[in-house]
């Protein structure tokens, strides 16, 4: 089996990355959390799609029998267990590891609104008097659901989540009615993003730094087009040794890794 390249994959920039080395002709094996995520890459890719979330306990076997020689990380930017346990195996494997990690509106200083809230964590805003007395749209997805439940009796929530069972049952668990739940999945235009908020007259809305692939580029518009508060939850500081946000530079990267000594 040749060294191939480790793709962590699951969003938009992975399929524009396994895309990319596929027609560079160079061998690698993407790795999703859900089996849905599949169904983004092309079924003529010549890569490996496996799908499940990989441990410290199983990362070692998948490196070894895949023959892996680089790691590519284009998980998302809040997926922080996956990318800190691949900068663990490429430090103990001795092989290179390359951040891949989309440009997000919250970082260009140049993008100005009035309207925009920055907060470091959830935490700060969970413990914060930010949603008090508020219409809150959450764009967070269903994993974060749990941390809002509280606000239930104090503001009126309403959750944007995935077309999935179980972030239905999340929504459910977490204290949202049927009514105040919506299930859509990305992109969304600017007009159906801002009737979604006429319609429920939100107030503030909840989303993380996702870069345009989130849609954040939309919100920022249709918060200062409506004048609705956008609180933007900044991504996680971790110590990614390099990172890029250059297709080519990605592919050359992986290029010169597969001329060295596969693990």
Known sequence: ???????????????????????????????????????????????????????????????????????????????????????QASTQLRIPYLRFERFSEADDRVTQNPWVVKVDTISQLVNGQYLEGQRVLLTLGSKWLSLFQEYQSTSTLFARILPRAQAFQAADDAGFSCDRIIALRPPISFDLEKALWQQWQISVVVTKASGQPGGEDIKRRVAQALGVTLIIIKRPILPYPHQTSDIETAVQFCQAALHQKPV
């Open 1 to 87: 089996m040749p060294a191939r390249i480790w793709l962590i994959g699951g969003t938009t920039e992975s399929v524009q990355l396994a895309s990319a080395l596929d027609n560079a002709g160079l061998p690698g094996v993407i790795t999703v959390l859900a089996a849905s995520a599949q169904t983004l890459y092309p079924q003529a890719l010549g890569l490996t799609i496996c799908t499940g979330a990989l441990t410290d306990h199983t990362w070692q076997t998948f490196c070894r029998d895949h023959q892996i020689s680089a790691i590519l990380d284009a998980s998302h930017p809040y997926a922080t267990e996956i990318s800190k346990l691949a900068m």
